[in-house]
């Protein structure tokens, strides 16, 4: 594995004035592979091939710097994001603003959910009441109505036995008399 380069062996390799490198370095950042170590910029090996085409574009294409930061980005370079040069503090603030907006809009549609939930529970608590007063009525109604043919069978039981009893026992060749 090759060593971090910085800019006067980047110049060597590539046949490239060291400010001419760098300018370069610092235009196309986002597709070159570097890191800094103090003041200095390093630039790791695998990013010497893609420094040699925009050195081509420059010269041999007369590209400016935006055609060859879009020629990067259709030809399908990735871009890379130096850590060190994002302002944690500034996205933790957005994030955090970002975040609690969020959650207030999901803690008001819980809310609303919540307050439907208790008016759905609400209405069926009153539709079971009112089943149970139904069902109440009815079971009601029928002990009644069994309680009065209880009532009418006696009635025809005892109608049959004084019947029976008034009736003397006549026999059957004695019917027609």
Do not use: C
Request: charged share 35%; aromatic share 8%; proline share 2%.
């Amino acid at each position: 594995m090759m060593d971090w380069m910085n800019i006067n062996e980047i110049s060597k390799v590539i046949d490239t004035p060291a400010p001419t490198v760098r300018r370069y370095i610092q235009k196309h950042q986002a597709f070159l592979n570097t890191k800094k170590q103090g003041k200095k910029i390093l630039l790791h090996p695998d990013s010497i091939e893609l420094l040699k085409k925009i050195r081509k574009w420059y010269v041999v294409d007369n590209m400016i710097d935006i055609e060859i930061d879009n020629k990067l980005k259709t030809s399908g370079y990735k871009a890379f994001i130096e850590m060190e040069s994002i302002n944690h503090e500034s996205i933790e603030r957005e994030l955090n603003s970002s975040s609690l907006d969020f959650v207030k809009a999901m803690f008001e549609e819980q809310r609303a959910i919540n307050e439907q939930l208790m008016k759905n529970n609400k209405l069926l608590v009153e539709e079971i009441k009112e089943i149970k007063q139904s069902y109440k009525e009815s079971e009601s109604k029928r002990e009644q109505r069994d309680l009065a043919l209880i009532e009418i069978v006696r009635s025809m039981q005892e109608t049959k036995k004084s019947i029976a009893a008034s009736e003397e026992k006549k026999k059957w060749w004695e019917f027609w008399k």
